[in-house]
C-alpha cells in the first residue's frame, strides 16, 4: 500500500510538473508559453498544493553517512519522490515571484536535504532566489557557507557552484556583498573547493589530513588550516595551491611537465576524484557526464571567481589575480589542448569542448583583467599576434571558423551554429572590445582590423532569420564601441545599419490568428471608450476631460448593465501580461468614478476631488451606487484584481474597494458585505483572497527588513566616516602630516571607497534616509478595505482571515499572523520614520488596530485565541506602546493610535472566557501591564494640566478635547483593572494604588459590576461620571 501511495504520488507530481514546464525553445512542440505556464503556476499556488509538497519533504529521509562522497538514502522510494517534490518546486517558482516569496520560508528545509545523492536540494534553493534581489538580500551568510562546507564535505559538484552563481549576479546586477562572502567562503576552503588547474588532484579525508601552522597561528591563532593531499609530498612536489594554473614550484627530482608546461603531481596518492589531467579529460570529453563531471565541476568554479570579481570589484580582482595570474589565463586560452611532448593540439580533442574550457577563461580575464582599473600587465605580453599563439590570434581563428560554417551550404538554415556564435557574440566580442579601448597600441594592430572584418563577415553572412536577439544586442554593444577608433568608422556605419535591419526583423511580431485579432481590435475600441480617465493628479478634471469622458460616465449611469460588463472585462484584463496594465487600470477607474458619483450633467466639484484623492465622496446617493454595483460583480472582480502583481493596479483596486464598503456601519442592507461572503463562500475563491491578502503583506515584510539592512548599512558607514573624520582633525603631525594606525588607514581605505560624497555630520533628516523609509506597499489600503468589509462583525468573513486548529496545521494562510508580524517588521524602524516627518507607519498601526477591534467584535473567541496564542501580539503592543510617548512629534496622531489600541486591549480582555487564564497572564509575563502603567500616568498627568490650564498651553496636544483626554486616563485605567483581577498578579494592584492621584480620580468616574459567565465571577468595568459622582454626594 505504501508503495502505491508513493508511485501514485510521484505520477501525480510529474503531471503537474507538465502543466509548468514552458517551451523549451521557439521551435519545440512541447509545454507551454510563458504566460500560460505562470498562470497554471497561480493556479497550483492558490490551491494550495505547495503546502502539501512541503508536508511531504517535512517527512524524515534517513541517511547513510559515506566517506568523502553523497549520503545514501536509507529508503530508496522516499527518496525518488523528494526527487519529483524539488523538481515540481523548482518549475513552480521559475519566473513567478509571488511563488519564490512564498517558498522562501522553507529554504533551510530545503537545505537540510544537500548532501543526499540524487536529490537536487541546492537547485530549489537557487530557483527560489534566481533573478529576485529582496530574497537574495535576505540570504543568510551561513545559507551560503553551508555551500561551500558541503562542497569540502562531499565532493565536487557543479550544481553547487550554480546556486552561489544565482546569489552574486541578480536580474543582470551584480551583488558586491555577496560577491565578498562567496569569494571569501572559498578561500577559506580552498584546497577542497576551488579547482581552478582543471587536473583531478584529489585530497585525502578531512580527518586523516594533519594540520600545518597558518599564518594566524604564527600570531597566537587556534584555527589550524588543513591542506590538501600534495601538500603532504614535502620532498619533491608541486606546492601550490589548484589556483596556480599548473604555474607552481618544482623539485629538481620531478622533471615531467603537466598538460599546462606546469610540473605534473606525484599519483601515489589515492584520489577520489580520479587522476587524469584536464587534457585527458577533454579528450575523452568528460563533460557529458553532465552534474557529476569534474570538467564542468572546473569551468562552473572558473566562471564563480570571475563573477566575484564582475562590476570592477577592485578588492575581489586583486585576490583572483593571485589565484590565476594572467600569463596562466592566456596560457588556458592559447595551448589548453596543447600534448606534453611537442605541444601542438592534440588531434582528438573537439572543437566545442575546446570552446567549453576557453569560454570561462575568456570570461574570467575581462572580469578580472579587462573590465579594471588601469593597469601595464598585459605591456609584456604579446596579445596581438595573428597566428593562434596569441590570445587576439585565437579570437580570430574562431571567427574564422564560424564564417566558414556558415558559408557551407548544407545544414546552416535547418541547425544555426548557435553554440559557436555564443562562444564569439557573448564571449569574444566584450573582451576583445575591452582591450582595444584601454590596452592596444596605436594605430591599431593588423591582428585586430582582421578580427573586426571577420565578425563584420559573421554578419553579412549568417541567415537573417536565423539571428537570435541576443546576438544582434551584443553585436550592436561591439561595434559601437568601437565607433571612436578612426580604422573603424566606416564598417561600423555600415554594421550598425545593417543590424539595425535584423533587429527589425528579430523583433517583428509574430503572425496572429483571427480570435487574436478580433480580441486585439475589442482591446483597441474599448480602450478608446475608456480612455479619458486617464487624469492627472492636482488639474482641475472640469477644464481638461472632454466629451469622451462624459459620454461613457452618462453611460455608465443610464446603462448600468455596462458595469457587469466592465466587471467581466477586468476579471480578464487581470490574468493577461504586463502590457495588458495600462488598458486594466482605466477598466478599475471607471468603475470608480460611477462609485464616487461624477455624473456628465452636474460636475460636483467634492466628489471630483474626492476621486482624484483617492478618499470616499461626502454623497448621500452613495449607498445605491454601492448596491448597483456589489449587484453586478464589482467586488469579486476587484477582489481578484489584488493577486495582480503590478502594486499600482493592487492600489487603484483598494481605492475602488473602499469607496464600495464606506459606511456599511450605518447601512443596514450592507450589500458589499453581502457580496463578497457571497464571493469568498467558494472555496477557490477564500483561498485566492486569502492569499492576495497574505501575499501584500510579506511583500511588505520583506521590503521592510530590506529597508532596514540599508539603513544599517548606511548607519555603519557612516559611523566609519565619522570615525575618520574625528582621527583626521586630531592625529596631526607637528609637521602637518597625518599618523594613521594600520586599522586606521584600513578604515580610511573603507572610507575613501563606500563613502565618496557622504556628509561629515549626516543628520537623521536626510533626504536619503527619508528615501528609504518611504513605504510603496499599499498596507494601510488594504486594512482600510477589511476594517470596512468586517464593520458588524460577520462571523464568515472573520474566520477567513485566521487559522487554528487543524487548518493551522495544515499551514492554512493566516493574515491575522501576517499582519502581526509585518507590524513587528515596521516597529524597528518606527523611531526613524517619526524623526524625519514621515508619519505613514503610524497610520498603518492605527489601522491594524481598528481591523483587530473588528475581527474580535461579536465577541469572536477563536480570534482573540488566535490572535493571543499563535501571533506575537503581546510583545508586538507592548512595544509599539513604547514609541507612542508624547514628545511633541505627531502626537495628536500618536493619541489617536494609542486610544485605539487601548479600545482593542479592553475589548480583548472583556471577552477572555473560562480556561483563557494563560492567555491573560501572557499580558502580564511580557511587562504589558508596567508599559500601560507607565502610560496611564502620563495621559492622567497630561489630563489634569489640560485642566489646571483650561486648556491653554503650549504643551497641549493639537485637536484633542478634555473628555477624550479623561476617556484615554479611563482606558488605561480599566485595562489595569482587568489585568490585576484576571491575570491573578499580586504586585499590580499595589502598583496601580501606589499612583494615588490617578487611581483616586479613576475610582471616583469608574464604577463596576459583578457577572457570573461560565461558573465564574467576573468584574465588568464601566464609566458613569455623573452617576458615581451623585452616588458619592449621597454617601457622603
Known sequence: VRQKAISTASDLLRTLIQLITPFADNRSGQGYTHEVVHKHQDVLRDLGVHRCVIQILQLSLHRKKMRDTLDEAIDPERRDLFRDCHTFLQFLVARNSRNQERMFQYVGLFMS???????????????????????????????LRMIVQSIAKYGKCARWLEML???????????????????????????????????????????????????KAEVGGLIPKRVSGRDLLRSGSLMSHSGSGGQGQQSSSMPRQGSNGGPTRDRTILYREGNKTRLELMVCREQDQGSSSFLLYHVKCVELIGHCCAGRNQANQIKCRSLLPLDAVIRVIISCHHQEDDDTPHPDVQPDTLRFIRAPFISFLFHCYVDAAPHDLFGSIDIWGLSGSSLVGVFLEEATSLVEVLQCPQGVDANPPYEQMDFIFGTCLRVFAGLVKDFAPRPVPESARQFVDMVAKCCDVFPVHAWLERHVTEAETFFSALGHLEEFEDIVDRMLETLDTFEREVRKPPAVTEEEAAESAFRTGFKSFVEGFALHVGVNPVQVVGEGFKSLVGTLVHHKELIQYLSEVIIVEAKRPPEAVPFLMDCIRAIRAYLCGIRPDNDHVANWHAFIAGRVPNDSELRS????????????????????????????????????????????????????????????????????????????????????????????????????????G????????????????????????????????????????????????NILELLTV????????????????????????????????????????????????MANKNKRPLKVVLQAFDFFSEVIRGPNEQAVVALV????????????????????????????????????????????????????????????????????????????????????????????????????????????????????????????????????????????????????????????????????????
Open 113 to 143: 536535504h544537500i548532501g543526499v545523492r540524487h536529490l537536487d536540494a541546492a537547485s530549489t534553493v537557487a530557483a527560489v532566489v534566481h533573478d529576485n534581489s529582496a530574497l537574495v538580500a535576505q540570504l543568510r551568510d551561513a545559507d
Open 625 to 728: 451606487r454601492q448596491e448597483v454595483a456589489s449587484e453586478r460583480g464589482v467586488i469579486g472582480a476587484m477582489a481578484q484584481v489584488l493577486s495582480h502583481s503590478n502594486s499600482l493596479v493592487v492600489k487603484e483596486a483598494l481605492l475602488t474597494l473602499q469607496v464600495a464598503f464606506a459606511g456599511h456601519h450605518r447601512d443596514p442592507a450592507k450589500a458589499s458585505q453581502k457580496a463578497l461572503v457571497a464571493y469568498i463562500h467558494a472555496e477557490e475563491n477564500r483561498r485566492q483572497f486569502v492569499s492576495s491578502c497574505v501575499d501584500l503583506l510579506r511583500r511588505s515584510v520583506q521590503d521592510s527588513k530590506a529597508r532596514e539592512l540599508l539603513l544599517q548599512k548606511k548607519k555603519e558607514q557612516r559611523e566609519v566616516a565619522k570615525r575618520w573624520h574625528r582621527r583626521k
Open 730 to 777: 586630531s592625529d596631526q603631525t607637528a609637521d602637518g602630516k597625518t599618523s594613521c594606525s594600520g586599522v586606521e588607514t584600513q578604515e580610511a581605505s573603507e572610507y575613501d571607497k563606500s563613502q565618496v560624497g557622504a556628509t561629515d555630520e549626516p543628520e537623521s533628516g536626510d533626504e536619503d534616509v527619508a528615501d528609504l523609509l518611504a513605504e510603496s506597499n
Open 869 to 1036: 496564542e499563535n501571533t506575537s501580539l503581546v510583545e508586538v503592543t507592548r512595544n509599539l506602546m513604547r514609541h507612542l510617548r508624547y514628545d511633541g512629534t505627531y502626537d495628536d496622531l500618536k493619541f489617536r493610535v494609542r486610544t485605539s489600541i487601548l479600545r482593542f486591549l479592553l475589548s480583548m480582555l472583556q471577552n477572555f472566557e473560562v480556561g483563557q487564564d494563560a492567555a491573560l497572564k501572557k499580558w502580564v509575563n511580557h511587562d504589558c501591564d508596567q508599559v500601560i502603567l507607565e502610560a496611564w500616568e502620563e495621559a492622567y498627568d497630561l489630563m489634569a494640566q489640560h485642566a489646571d490650564h483650561d486648556g491653554d498651553t503650549d504643551s497641549m496636544i493639537e485637536g484633542v478635547e478634555q473628555a477624550e483626554l479623561e476617556q484615554q486616563v479611563f482606558l488605561h485605567f480599566a485595562i489595569l483593572a482587568y489585568l490585576a483581577d484576571g491575570a491573578g498578579s499580586l504586585t499590580l494592584p499595589a502598583e496601580v494604588a501606589a499612583r494615588e492621584k490617578a487611581c483616586s480620580w479613576c475610582r471616583r468616574q469608574c464604577g463596576s459590576v459583578a457577572v457570573i459567565r461560565g461558573g465564574r465571577v467576573f468584574q465588568v468595568h464601566f464609566r458613569m461620571p455623573a452617576i458615581c459622582d451623585d452616588l458619592q454626594q449621597h454617601e457622603g
Open 786 to 833: 477589511l476594517t470596512y468589509c468586517l464593520h458588524g462583525g460577520d462571523d464568515e468573513l472573520q474566520f477567513a482571515l485566521f487559522a487554528i486548529g487543524t487548518a493551522r496545521t495544515l499551514h492554512q494562510e493566516d493574515t491575522l499572523a501576517e499582519l502581526v508580524r509585518y507590524l513587528a517588521q515596521s516597529e524597528h524602524l518606527l523611531a526613524m520614520s
Open 165 to 215: 552563481q544565482s546569489v552574486v549576479e541578480v536580474s543582470g546586477q551584480w551583488v558586491r556583498r555577496n560577491q565578498n562572502i562567496v569569494l571569501a567562503l572559498l578561500l577559506e576552503e580552498q584546497d577542497f573547493a576551488l579547482e581552478l588547474d582543471g587536473d583531478q588532484e584529489g585530497a585525502l579525508a578531512r580527518d586523516d589530513l594533519p594540520k600545518v601552522a597558518s599564518p
